[in-house]
């Protein structure tokens, strides 16, 4: 297996595309995610444009969608939901496919939806990706941070450093063997730095501050949980997440 981290969607390459890719947008977008299929969402379709989600999501029944939609952290008016992963509850969510138009997170997705197998990540599902990956050893992996606006985002390259180190311990391998850019080892570096203080290091991104001036305390917190969920969401068709059985 050899591993690439890129830090935005940005700085994917677009000439080709590898084996198995990872979006990772820890605040919030693959949080939320993970956390409605945990919760019994039918799936998660995601759109950069909010006016083809909302066209998209008219042709379903009010009793079977949901519609969440977030620009600068904000929930856009009109969508039943913003994007706080603590509003996906079963009682919310259950049974209702969940239509998410985010700022940076569904960009990321949309980038690699035509690898062969894409997967959302984040901390709380770190566990579930990591599994996947050794259970299925894909010859090419990306982990592609979500970034904000074109730039690099503290936390999720954080998280992509979460994901390698523990592949790396897995793997018993040396460093050379499963990196495929510099970028590895820097985000293990990261995550080594702060994988004790996750929520200190989400004050310290830019996002997250962003996140703390609209009161999103307790969704900073759950973000920073680790390996708490047993959940993988995994595109089925284009755009179309599901949770992994
Ligand atoms: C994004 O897509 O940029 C984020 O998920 C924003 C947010 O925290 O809602």
Redesign the pocket.
């Known amino acids: 297996m050899k591993l690439f981290i890129y830090h935005t969607p940005e700085l994917t390459p677009t000439n080709s595309l590898p084996d198995c890719a990872i979006a990772v ?1 820890v ?3 693959t949080t939320t995610i993970a956390t409605a299929l945990h919760a019994g969402a039918e799936a998660v379709q995601v759109f950069s444009d909010l006016d083809k989600l909302m066209q998209v999501s008219g042709e379903w029944l009010p009793s079977k969608r949901l519609r969440a939609g ?1 620009r600068g ?1 904000a929930k856009v008016s009109g969508c039943d939901l ?2 706080s992963p603590l509003d996906c509850t079963p009682e919310v969510v259950k049974g209702r496919r969940l239509f998410i138009s ?5 960009r990321a997705l949309q980038r690699v939806e035509l690898a062969p197998t894409v997967l959302a990540g984040a901390f709380i599902n770190r566990a579930s990706v990591v599994q996947y990956l050794l259970a299925n050893l894909p010859e090419t992996v990306w982990i592609v941070g ?1 970034g ?1 606006e074109g730039s690099f985002s503290l936390e999720d390259t954080t998280c992509a450093g979460a994901i390698a180190h523990t592949l790396l311990t897995k793997l018993n391998c040396p460093l050379a063997e499963l990196a495929g850019n510099d970028e590895v080892a820097g985000a293990i570096a990261l995550y080594q730095q702060w994988q004790d203080k996750l929520v200190e290091m989400f004050h310290h991104a830019s ?1 997250g501050q962003r ?1 703390l001036r609209l009161n999103a305390h307790e969704d900073l917190k759950y973000c920073a949980e680790t390996d708490i969920l047993d959940v993988l969401p995994i595109q089925k068709e284009l755009g179309v997440l599901v949770k992994k059985d």
């Open positions: 947008d605040l919030r977008a977030e952290g913003g994007n985010t700022t940076n997170g569904t979500s904000w996002h996140l």
